[in-house]
């Protein structure tokens, strides 16, 4: 039997968010990143969605580390979650070091982990399979690196998260001779970022983002208030930039860009002039044409500083007629509506919003289709696998490679739980594991399997109507009306007559039968039957029925 | 006292949809359109919005008529609803008549309104005041017109929705001629469609659009389904047009696209050669490559035919590989998401999926930046109100107008219930009506302040606990235990010992009082506060708490 290197994609895969993917050879398993992905409509109540990792549960003497190709949430956010159950070491670039470092430590659960910071190009040996290292690539976040991990079949480059900018913010430039090393030497599988395949052309560069944002902030006569990703440490040094050359000082509000700001500046991957940031309260005594504002909030959080800010409801910061308001970012889909209604919300007020679809003050932090296509001829796999993306993007970055006739040995889109193994005796496809999401839901997580959720999406609909039934443990007899109440159901004033006659209806089903007769369970299943025919034929609604026995 | 004209916007104005606007000139009041909004994430269980008509409910005996300007549910969808309340008659386009007919014999209390038919250019005199008539547009719907209402202080131009293409699909063209006539004659208010007011340039002729179908559907090797608005009837004609070219017959699947094709065709809208039109049973008997199949469903709308069919859940259309399924449409705001997933799912059968930004198999209907200022150019208003948008489009279309220095008397940022009075003596405002959402909930309407909405809202967080306490009548001495019950809280086998706990403090709370002497209120509020610190304290959630208290 020949050796196999299995490769085990367990979020991030037909989907955008909680990447993770493990790569299994003999005895040795290496995990590639370790995000979360956030609730979508209609996930009611669930705070957060991370990875299932109950094949790697099974295999936990296997596991000889995590690791981490950049700071964003989507890589590292499950760590605090996972890395209590799976134990085992994390390795990371400095900046993502940083954050996870603070992330970890307000988790008691995970404050233990082993965290260690790696620098490019030093080789890393993971059990006797893989032998690991680094390399620098370009993304929206500072020290983004994709990863070559060699195996005794051959050498596997995931790229992570990338973009080429041959002009970014801070200078560190895509590793492309590394990458063209590997190539020429032979690469067995490439994994490569696919989130904007269906774009063509390239990505424009950071550099156009920093003229438009100069040129807003130079023009802005009052106050200025810049919006964007807490993680987006370019687009804050671009900001600080700006503000200097104008003689304007920085504050930033909002905890998560606080705390991102302290570590990226902590790490020398922000640089900011002594005397430049200065903490909100000091911005008042200032005039507005001496201040700039970043903020979090460029998706619509509702709980961000701008969007409280544009709701009127931000307990340090109104906006005056006068302020500029620079929406540094692009909606991602699913926040189309709360940015709309955060920038109409500002204008209200009299406040000038400058957004993407009237300047230029956001690019993105993927490749477009020609970076994606250097990749694939830099490198030339064997084999290939577009990771990162909904399907229809790996399905056209897939069809990138067949356009290009590059990794003739097989081009595989797969999903979460999609095993692809691949040994000497050529690849196989077809296993499937468990790769589900798994909601965390306030203390406790919990799977597809759980009603909970089909129960809050029903209860959203048309509310609850509770049936209260009380019997006399003797005689079986009901003792008084029926009692209903309700909740997101109808008004009280539509309700009453309505109630009267519902809990008249059960109390008749009830007595026309010897109830002494039957279970609880039986009874329950009448009253609930009969509220909910009734309802259904006077209102015309399926609210959601809990019907309660009592005998006294 | 000089008279006044009084214009008052009751939908659309700082919003998409539910277009609603009244002008009143002493005893005479007109109303353009009457449409729905379709409810947002978070508006529970809401099937529809409609306007607030009640300031027009308080002047029913000067109700002259509504003024249609074209078919869209936006424009026409409430009538089912208001026209019983304000009993006056419709006038409309043919199409838009043909439309509103069969939609009113679907609702009793709407089916003995009056509904007229117009022809553009054709006077009708309304009240004392009004003197009215209709000019052609461009629309994606056909048989779209803006509307010249005379009135003693001048002449009022609403374009309704528009956008200027030269080439459109069933050669009505713009009537930019007539236009210029009230341009030329002094036009007193402008009202301008502001949807695309933040886009530069031209929107593309629907011609691109029949260009891209036509080399899909020519390429396709099997099976082609489009999917676009029900209401795009012009989108039909280039289908079907495409079809007869490359020798397939068409079969509508939806439906409200068969009603629309029905209606269209009947009254001219619509050419559909003899025989090309067949029932969707018909084509199982044809090869793939003579078939197209025509759906609704272009905004991933879960019950639409095009959603069901790529979630397998369509009676009778399975997507099979070699299958083309073009999407004719860009997602609305809001639905990016759901679209997203139905292209995925279609993908995953094998089909070939063509959409909007893969090729140009869509245009939208509204006018660009280029096409708005000809019409303020044409027009040269005293003053402009920019209507149909969000507030930053009307914000942008105002910016327009003042850039090219028009409608010097003023420019009016108006929303929803903003009165703005015209007269001898110039423009008013600071004046406000109810204009808020009225919403369609099963068979009643509720307006923002019924609690119901926001009861589902938190009912969809964190589920319900019931509490239900039993007291003797006699004594006041709890008669057993309490009992805990919930929904969409938390899973049964994590609720267990939580409720053995939550009773038991209940029961603590209630004998530590001499519960006689409270009223049931109070003792409603006692478990409701215990049951809510208690589990905030074990689970740290925050359910709705519904307590009854029976005395039995």
Chains 1, 2 share one sequence.
Not at 4 to 14: A, S, T
Not at 189 to 209: I, K, M, N
Not at 220 to 238: E, I, Y
Request: hydrophobic share 40%; with cysteine.
């Amino acid at each position: 039997m020949t050796s196999q290197l299995r490769v085990i994609p367990l979020g991030g895969l037909g989907e955008i968010g909680k990447n993770m993917m493990a790569f299994e050879y003999e005895d040795d398993i290496v995990i590639v990143d370790c995000g979360v992905q956030f609730p979508e409509e209609g996930m009611f109540g669930v705070d957060l969605i991370i990875p299932d990792v109950s094949y790697l549960m099974e295999r936990l003497d296997k596991i000889r580390a995590i690791l981490i190709t950049h700071g964003h949430e989507d890589h590292i956010g499950a760590l605090p979650f996972i890395l209590p159950q799976l134990k085992c070491p994390v390795y990371a670039p400095r900046l993502a070091h940083g954050l996870i470092t603070a992330k970890l430590k307000e988790r008691r659960a995970a404050r233990d982990s082993v965290v260690e910071p790696i620098d490019p190009g030093v080789i890393h040996q993971f059990g006797k399979a893989f032998e690991v290292s680094w390399f620098r690539v370009c993304h929206s976040i500072p020290d983004a690196m994709g990863i070559a991990i060699g195996t005794p079949l051959g050498t596997v480059i995931h790229t992570g998260d990338f973009k080429i900018d041959h002009t970014p913010v801070d200078g560190r430039i895509f590793d492309l001779p590394s990458l063209a090393h590997y190539g020429d030497d032979g690469v067995l599988l490439l994994c490569s970022d696919s989130t904007y395949a269906e774009v063509p052309g390239y990505t424009t560069s950071e550099q156009v983002v920093g003229v438009a944002l100069d040129r807003a902030i130079g023009e802005a006569k009052g106050r200025v208030m810049v919006a964007t990703f807490a993680s987006l440490v370019s687009r804050v040094q671009q900001v600080v930039d700006a503000a200097v050359k104008h003689g304007r000082k920085v504050s930033i509000v909002g905890r998560s860009m606080v705390d991102t700001v302290h570590v990226a500046t902590e790490l020398g991957y922000l640089t900011i002039p002594p005397g430049i940031l200065v903490p909100l309260g000091e911005t008042r005594k200032l005039p507005p044409e001496q201040v700039v504002l970043m903020t979090t909030g460029s998706q619509g959080e509702p709980t961000s500083a701008l969007v409280r800010i544009a709701k009127q409801e931000h307990r340090d910061v109104n906006i005056v007629a006068g302020d500029t308001v620079i929406i540094s970012a692009t909606p991602i889909p699913g926040n189309e509506l709360p940015v709309s209604h955060t920038i109409d919300n500002l204008l209200r007020q009299g406040a000038k919003v400058i957004y993407d679809r009237i300047a230029t003050v956001h690019v993105h932090g993927h490749a477009s289709q020609e970076e994606l296509k250097l990749v694939l001829r830099l490198v030339r796999p064997r084999y290939f696998v577009p990771v990162h993306g909904e399907f229809r993007h790996l399905t056209a970055h897939a069809q990138l490679a067949w356009d290009l006739d590059v990794a003739k040995d097989g081009i595989f889109v797969l999903e979460d739980g999609d095993v692809l193994e691949l040994s000497e005796s050529g690849p196989k496809t077809g296993e499937r594991v468990s790769a589900g999401p798994i909601f965390v839901d306030g203390l406790t997580t919990r799977d597809t399997a759980s009603p909970v959720l089909n129960q809050r999406r029903s209860l959203s609909k048309d509310g609850v109507v509770v049936v209260v039934v009380t019997m006399d443990k003797k005689n079986g007899n009901l003792l008084g009306e029926p009692v209903a109440v309700a909740s997101g159901f109808l008004d009280d004033s539509e309700a009453g007559t309505l109630f009267e006659e519902l809990t008249a209806a059960v109390a008749k089903e009830l007595t026309s039968h010897d109830i002494r007769q039957e279970e609880i369970d039986d009874l329950k299943a009448k009253v609930r039957e009969t509220a909910r025919s009734f309802i259904a034929g006077s209102a015309r609604r399926s609210p959601m029925i809990i019907p309660v026995v009592l005998e006294v």
